[in-house]
């Protein structure tokens, strides 16, 4: 697992993982929380911390070329 950027003062990170299920994404973890980001549509699943995502998919947006790159070395 790769933790690509981490949010709110550490509490919640982002993650790529080796040998995850596919279609490719990423995980928003940290507590009790596990959001799972698409890269093909910018889709998402799972319960947000309240005012976190816009922040979140902002830097995804800019770092999806990364993420893609990330998940290809794991994946294929």
Do not use: S
């Not at 699943?45 to 800019?62: C, H, I, N, S, T």
């Amino acid at each position: 697992m790769t933790t690509k950027q981490r949010f709110r003062n550490n509490k919640y990170r982002l993650e790529v993982r080796e040998r995850d299920h596919g279609p490719a994404h990423c995980h928003l973890v940290g507590g009790e929380v596990d959001v799972i980001i698409y890269f093909d549509t910018l889709a998402t699943d799972g319960a947000w911390p309240r005012g976190l995502r816009a922040e979140v998919m902002q830097w995804v947006e800019v770092n999806l070329a990364d993420l893609w790159k990330e998940w290809l070395t794991w994946h294929t």
